[in-house]
T-cell receptor
Framework: DQQVKQNSPSLSVQEGRISILNCDYTNSMFDYFLWYKKYPAEGPTFLISISSIKDKNEDGRFTVFLNKSAKHLSLHIVPSQPGDSAVYFCAASTQGGSEKLVFGKGTKLTVNP | DAGITQSPRHKVTETGTPVTLRCHQTENHRYMYWYRQDPGHGLRLIHYSYGVKDTDKGEVSDGYSVSRSKTEDFLLTLESATSSQTSVYFC??????????????FGPGTRLTVT
């Protein structure tokens, strides 16, 4: 039973345009959501997060939107740059306790020059 | 970057042999985690630790054991390696700050091949 789903294995966009990566979750107990970026042969790096008490969080070119009623979140990258080409993982957790993360399978983003 | 190292970075071993992977942190963080990453599966939690000698199972713990005798070290042991344990293994840490959520920071990974 996959609790966090990234239904698009890959996404290709042109440099300068917007990249939108989507994530759905099924567990209504999740109250914290994160996005990680991963380059080949490296560990995942934390990108941005959002608490369930918010519906938007912004950090530079990266914005995460949360729609709790739809159990859906998205990551917007504007403008996209070739260096953004990586695999993006969505993750979810519940606050407190061990803070275990449940990851989606990832979306490979390619930004073409 | 968080001070997390993993050793070895690459290992090839034979089926049936024991293997131990080491994660070392210099951040004095309370929580440590072991994940495996496989194509089509994303990252899956194997075991985690919430303090010295305090560990618990994750989603895919069968065939793995862990130990944490010091805050800075978290060991993952494959008692008898199988080909299905060929994977990339990542260690992560978080500080578990009170009153909020703390992000996990990942090590560089260990690529394990079981032949």
């Amino acid at each position: 039973d996959q609790q966090v789903k990234q239904n698009s294995p890959s996404l290709s966009v042109q440099e300068g345009r917007i990249s939108i990566l989507n994530c759905d979750y099924t567990n209504s107990m999740f109250d914290y959501f994160l996005w990680y970026k991963k380059y080949p042969a490296e560990g995942p790096t934390f990108l941005i997060s959002i608490s369930s008490i918010k519906d938007k969080n912004e950090d530079g070119r990266f914005t995460v939107f949360l729609n709790k009623s739809a159990k859906h979140l998205s990551l917007h990258i504007v403008p996209s740059q070739p260096g953004d080409s990586a695999v993006y993982f969505c993750a979810a957790s519940t606050q407190g306790g061990s803070e275990k993360l449940v990851f989606g399978k990832g979306t490979k983003l390619t930004v073409n020059p | 970057d968080a001070g997390i190292t993993q050793s070895p970075r690459h290992k090839v071993t034979e089926t049936g042999t024991p293997v131990t992977l080491r994660c070392h942190q210099t951040e004095n963080h309370r929580y440590m985690y072991w994940y495996r990453q496989d194509p089509g599966h994303g990252l899956r939690l194997i075991h985690y630790s919430y303090g010295v000698k305090d560990t618990d199972k994750g989603e895919v713990s069968d065939g793995y054991s862990v130990s944490r005798s010091k805050t800075e070290d978290f060991l993952l042991t494959l008692e008898s390696a199988t080909s299905s344990q060929t994977s990339v293994y990542f260690c992560a840490i978080s500080d578990g700050r009170a009153g909020g959520f703390s992000e996990q920071y990942f090590g560089p990974g260990t690529r394990l091949t079981v032949t």
